[in-house]
């Protein structure tokens, strides 16, 4: 299998619709969260099941799950939807797009959870730096310069004999 280039990659991404990018940050979010649950669940329930009372473990540990899938899957498409519709807004496509569906989904969805404004401003800050220093990597920010790159020579080379 070819190794695909940033540019490539990033042709494929602009295929795919702001709705369905949302959907499968949700998506993600929703796995992502759910097997964190599960591990969580497991370090919480393992004295229950070990003095075999497994029905109710099995009940705290899909709750759990649930819980833990159903907030990871709003944060991730709430960041990615808002990162889309600011993207279009602003026709760039750079950090602060990142940054800004990582305050909106730290801010919401972590600050409902919390009942607490300040909890919302916090985690909404942590979340919009996350994004920002990750995308500071300049994967975000490259333009198209319109030069190609091969991973060969497209000059002849000379004859040695």
């Not at 795919?16 to 990018?21: A, D, L, R, V, Y």
């Not at 998506?27 to 591990?39: E, I, Q």
């Not at 907030?71 to 602003?90: D, F, L, M, N, P």
Request: charged content about 20%.
């Amino acid at each position: 299998m070819a190794k695909m280039d940033v540019e490539e990659l990033r042709q494929m991404e602009d295929d795919e619709t702001p709705t369905m990018k949302t959907i499968k940050g949700a998506t993600t979010g929703l796995v992502a969260g759910t097997v964190w649950g599960t591990v969580v669940a497991t370090w919480h329930d393992v004295p229950r099941v070990e003095r075999r009372v497994a029905l109710p473990g099995l009940i705290r540990t899909l709750k759990m799950m649930g819980n833990y899938g159903v907030t990871c899957a709003a944060i991730g498409g709430i960041y990615i939807g808002v990162e889309q519709i600011v993207q279009k807004y602003r026709m760039k496509r750079d950090l602060i797009n990142g940054a800004v569906g990582g305050f909106a989904a730290g801010s919401t969805v972590l600050g409902y959870r919390a009942k607490s404004v300040s909890t919302a401003m916090a985690a909404g800050a942590a979340l919009a730096f996350t994004s920002g220093f990750i995308d500071s990597g300049g994967q975000a920010r490259r333009v198209d310069t319109g030069k190609e790159y091969y991973p060969y020579t497209t000059q002849k080379r000379p004859n040695v004999n």
